[in-house]
């Protein structure tokens, strides 16, 4: 079974600019997270997405969105980027809730110059 | 305020030299304990889930058991192929995962 895939692996953006990252869940999953993860911060939740519905929130601005699709298939978007969006941004599903074990995709690494 | 707590923050250990990593937390009826493993570069890898308190899970070098109130990975006679960080999560509410800040692992030949 194919794990969990993000496309792109890297980004370079400028302050200012928009970006949208992908995220293509396990077959089968229906529940798909989003993390930022930097040194200081470690793994911080974005949200959360399940039948093409954001179940959950973390305390992120708005700048900050995402959506699912019908597929399960995600993404995720941030505008008017500031340096500190510079980090790693991961994906995970799981089958049902994301309380349950969560699969991780192998990320896109964001820098904001 | 549910909290996920894990130490050491860093972790130096000789070729094999046992120790154990510790993952304390706060949250209203445990519903289950995660550990994954780390790369640099890349996405947390799952390891185990610990639903009760006394279980245990094993995997080549790697033990984890849970108690009411933490849970340990131990490691024994470690190798440098096992160099990563560890990460531990627990669920707050139903969708939702918190992790803590994670113990950095590396052994040295």
């Known amino acids: 079974k194919a794990g969990v895939t993000q496309t792109p692996r890297y980004l370079i953006k400028t302050r200012g600019q928009q970006v949208t990252l992908s995220c293509s869940p396990i077959s089968g999953h229906r529940s798909v997270s989003w993390y930022q993860q930097t040194p200081g911060q470690g793994l911080q939740f974005l949200f959360e997405?399940?039948?093409?519905?954001?179940?959950n929130k973390g305390n992120f601005p708005g700048r900050f969105s995402g959506r699912q699709f019908s597929n399960s298939r995600s993404e995720m978007n941030v505008s008017t980027l500031e340096l500190g969006d510079s980090a790693l941004y991961l994906c995970a599903s799981s089958h049902e809730r994301s309380s349950y074990e969560q699969y991780f995709g192998p990320g896109t690494r964001l820098t904001v110059t | 305020e549910d909290q996920v707590t894990q130490s050491p923050e860093a972790l130096r250990l000789q070729e094999g030299e046992s120790s154990s990593l510790n993952c304390s937390y706060t949250?209203?009826?445990?519903?289950?304990l995660f550990w994954y493993r780390q790369d640099p570069g890349k996405g947390p890898e799952f390891l185990f889930t610990?639903?009760?308190a006394g279980e245990e899970k094993e995997k080549e070098r790697l033990k984890a058991t849970l108690t009411k109130k933490e849970s340990f990975l131990h490691i024994t006679a470690p190798k440098p192929e096992d160099s990563a960080t560890y990460l531990c999560a627990v669920p707050q509410g139903t969708d939702k995962l918190i992790f803590g800040t994670g113990t950095r692992l590396q052994v040295f030949p």
């Open positions: 610990l639903y009760s």
């Open positions: 949250v209203s009826g445990l519903r289950g």
């Open positions: 997405y399940f039948s093409e519905t954001q179940r």
